[in-house]
């Protein structure tokens, strides 16, 4: 893992970055025999660069929040020959970085990624798409939706949680009907969320024993506009358990793949992009990418 290709994005949501760009790439260049420097100017650039650099590098980093990572994997993900991806967080919630256990300071994750510590993890997909961290519709869509960027940059992880109160007293049901390789539900829905990585909005709640190498992925269906419901799950998820009797209002289950159909259409929110609408066919891809992780254990196998 010698040659490297270090994409950033100026516009990430850590405006203090621009300060610490030298001796970040001090840090690379001391570490690494080839490093090549490339920097985003607008959306769909970064895809462009991984496609035309994945097979000239063994390591692609990713410098910039979480719509950064979701448009580089999304460019990696698809190759046959992917060279491994890594993360220097730069955003508000940068919440795949943190399932794989980088530090939240740029400069500490780039000493992270220097011990060159990587594992094979999972991937979801749907619909020729690709996601790392999560994929819903409903109230998680129409969250982030109803966040403007002032409020997300003054605010950051709690702008997330604001919006989820603010939405949840508005949001109306929809018609939901979910068919997997484990369980099926047909009825009335607020939210489906389905996990690979633990976070959600920079905190460890919604999902956080969602494990991105065992192969599967979680569904959470919230049935109704209900506080006391997601407040009731937050909390025995904070104590990563699953109850023994889980609300009528909640259904938890994991799938390696499942059929999502919504009426009306739902607008799909992928790792925080809007991307598409239902009918979705969504899948894990197991050990599907490697990824350099921060200092966590080894990530445990299903």
């Known amino acids: 893992m010698e040659k490297v290709a270090l994409i950033v994005n100026p516009n990430a949501g850590n405006n203090k970055l621009v300060n610490s760009m030298k001796k970040i790439e001090d840090i690379l260049r001391s570490s690494f025999d080839d490093v090549s420097i490339h920097t985003t100017e607008k959306e769909g650039d970064g895809a462009r660069l991984a496609n035309e650099l994945a097979s000239r590098v063994d390591l692609v980093i990713g410098l910039g929040g979480d719509g950064t990572v979701h448009e580089l994997i999304n460019a990696i993900a698809p190759l046959k020959k992917r060279p491994a991806f890594a993360i220097i967080p730069a955003g508000t919630c940068n919440d795949f970085s943190r399932t794989i256990g980088m530090n939240q300071n740029?400069?500490?994750?780039v000493e992270q990624i220097v011990k060159k510590k990587t594992?094979?993890?999972?991937?979801?997909?749907y619909d020729n798409?690709?996601?790392?961290?999560?994929?819903?519709?409903?109230?998680?869509?129409?969250?982030?939706?109803n966040?403007?960027?002032g409020t997300k940059q003054l605010l950051g992880k709690l702008s997330y949680y604001i919006g989820?109160?603010?939405?949840?007293?508005?949001?109306?049901?929809?018609?939901?009907?979910?068919t997997s390789d484990t369980e099926s539900y047909e009825g009335k829905a607020v939210m489906l969320l389905i996990g690979n990585g633990s976070f959600l909005g920079g905190i460890k709640s919604l999902i956080p024993i969602a494990n991105v190498k065992d192969g599967e992925l979680d569904v959470?269906?919230?049935?109704?506009?209900?506080?006391?419901?997601?407040w009731?799950?937050?909390?025995?998820?904070?104590?990563?358990?699953?109850?023994?009797?889980?609300?009528?209002g909640l259904i938890f289950f994991q799938a390696k793949e499942l059929t999502v159909e919504a009426i009306p259409l739902q607008n799909i929110d992928a790792d925080g992009e809007a991307r598409g609408k239902t009918p979705s066919l969504i899948k894990?891809?197991?050990?599907?990418?490697?990824?350099?992780?921060?200092?966590i254990p080894p990530l445990p196998s299903s």
């Open 106 to 109: 740029p400069l500490k994750a």
């Open 119 to 125: 594992e094979k993890v999972d991937i979801g997909t």
């Open 129 to 145: 798409r690709y996601f790392s961290n999560f994929w819903g519709i409903g109230l998680v869509s129409k969250v982030a939706d």
């Open 147 to 149: 966040i403007d960027s």
């Open 164 to 178: 989820a109160g603010q939405t949840m007293l508005e949001e109306e049901p929809f018609q939901l009907k979910v």
């Open 220 to 230: 959470l269906i919230i049935k109704q506009t209900s506080i006391t419901h997601l």
């Open 232 to 248: 009731t799950w937050i909390q025995t998820r904070l104590q990563n358990e699953i109850p023994d009797q889980i609300d009528d």
């Open 284 to 295: 894990i891809l197991p050990s599907h990418l490697e990824v350099v992780v921060g200092d």
